[in-house]
């Protein structure tokens, strides 16, 4: 077990500093200013509770409004996603210093609870600081009595490390692993029941874990569009399109400012790559025609796109919902010219299931569909949190519905690659099997090149790639390759 503590690095070791330099107290009985990496923070937290938001969306407009630069936005990041992703380990710790249920302690204080829960256990933060300024935080945004409530609090979670406490509120490692990560990797049960299904039992501790360490700031090169050189960074280790950024913000980049590049996990980058390289059956037909049935927000439309172009093909990309539309639009438009980017043949609004295309219409067709997105908790930690056992069978039936109707529009001798952000092994192998059986007209392909040659990626069908965050650095995508049957 290393679930994080207290020794461990932090983005700040100070009481945070906001644009106007340290806070001061005022007379005794004043209301102190709130640090503002710190209130930065509870927005966050308080907008993925209340709207519903992603963290890494939210959190950019927030530090925007706030004035918040450098180190005072690194310790706000640090701090809202820190307290998102090891929620479920500060509230077992909180439930023991807390003489009533969490359900019973009001939001807001809740909230504020657990941003000093990380200051106090896993950032270089004094307890004295941290305690204060969570003080100070209660007192603005709830009351004085809820202040002096989230004092005393503190004050007993500051009694022991992280890893005293994981020990003395979880369940004991040997009778309920299960329940002994759930607390010591803050996942829920049920993800660390799927999780170990996938991956094995011997294996799901390091994924656990690596699902609590953010990840970097990963670009992409769009191919004729940018090149890896301009972005700077590292080249990543399987996508020649890629590279990772040690620090920096990537819209200082100019390739990323007017498009020519984005921001896309390395994992993402290889299901476009997987499709583009993948064999096709010409037979007497071109390939020409290709297209991202569920498209938004555009990130694997944009780079899919630009491998068409280089192949004298174009992309139609298609998504449900107007919004995300929009979104795959302004990816697929070139800012300078106002035009689509070469590649493009336009961007849909549809339904993925009924859309408004005639049956084998395209040579190569992406279904990345709508999925759990347990794949992803480095990026979004709060997923774990808003998703439910029950979800899985509405999301399993969508996804073989898309796989279907993806089928039904691939030309015979064209490819399908069906991929989900998820290792989940109902959505992935169960998908793949279900509508293999109830088919004579496709069959399962080895995915080849270079995403099929990436070391220790075998899926759970055999041919298939499971990528892992542990073991490769990237989401862990799924990718199984489909032929529409020649006729």
Not at 114 to 119: E, V, Y
Not at 320 to 336: C, E, F, I, K
């Amino acid at each position: 077990m290393s679930p994080s503590n207290r020794t461990q690095p932090g983005r700040s070791s100070g009481a945070g500093r906001g644009p106007q330099g340290p806070r001061r107290s005022g007379p005794r009985g004043s209301t102190k200013p709130v640090d503002p990496a710190r209130l930065a923070a509870f927005e966050v937290l308080k907008a993925v509770r209340v709207d519903e938001a992603y963290a890494n969306l939210v959190l950019p407009h927030v530090l925007g409004r706030l004035g918040l630069e450098g180190r005072d936005a690194a310790f706000a990041t640090e701090l809202a996603a820190g307290t998102l992703r090891q929620q479920g380990t500060y509230d077992a710790v909180l439930a023991a210093c807390i003489d009533r249920p969490l359900a019973k302690v009001e939001a807001k204080v809740l909230d504020v609870l657990r941003l000093g829960a990380h200051q106090v256990l896993s950032m270089r933060v004094p307890d004295h600081a941290a305690i204060s300024t969570s003080v100070d935080l209660a007192r603005s945004k709830v009351g004085q009595g809820p202040a002096g409530f989230v004092n005393a609090v503190l004050r007993k979670v500051t009694r022991k490390p992280l890893d005293e406490w994981v020990a003395e509120v979880a369940p004991a490692r040997e009778k309920d692993h299960d329940g002994w990560a759930a607390v010591a990797f803050s996942h829920p049960r049920w993800v660390v029941q799927r999780l170990a299904e996938a991956v094995g039992r011997d294996q799901v501790d390091a994924l656990l874990e690596a699902d609590n360490v953010p990840p970097s700031v990963t670009l992409v090169a769009r191919p004729g569009r940018a090149t890896v050189e301009e972005l700077g960074g590292v080249p990543t280790p399987y996508s020649p399109y890629g590279v990772t950024l040690d620090s920096g913000s990537p819209a200082g980049i100019a390739a990323v400012a007017d498009g020519r590049a984005g921001v896309q996990d390395e994992g993402s980058q290889l299901v476009a790559i997987a499709l583009a390289e993948a064999g096709l059956d010409k037979l007497d037909h071109r390939d020409e025609s290709w297209l991202d049935l569920c498209a938004g927000p555009g990130g694997k439309s944009a780079l899919l796109a630009a491998l068409a172009a280089e192949q004298g093909a174009s992309l139609v990309a298609n998504e449900r919902q107007p919004h995300r539309a929009g979104l795959v639009l302004a990816n697929l438009t070139d800012r300078s010219a106002d035009t689509h980017v070469d590649g493009t043949a336009g961007v849909v609004a549809g339904d993925g299931i009924r859309p408004p295309f005639k049956d084998a219409t395209f040579d190569r067709v992406l279904v990345d569909a709508p999925c759990t997105g347990l794949g992803a908790l480095r990026r979004r930690p709060e997923a774990r949190w808003r998703r439910a056992t029950s979800d899985l069978d509405v999301l399993v039936d969508l996804q073989r519905s898309l796989l279907d109707r993806a089928i039904d529009l691939t030309r015979p001798g064209g490819v399908v690659l069906y991929a989900t952000c998820s290792p989940v092994l109902a959505e992935t192998k169960g998908v793949v099997e279900g509508v293999l059986a109830a088919r004579d007209d496709v069959g399962l392909e080895p995915i080849g090149g270079r995403v099929g040659d990436i070391a220790d990626s075998a899926g759970p069908v055999e041919g298939t790639v499971q990528l892992w965050p542990d073991r490769h650095g990237t989401d862990a995508m799924f990718m199984a390759l489909l032929r529409r049957t020649p006729v």
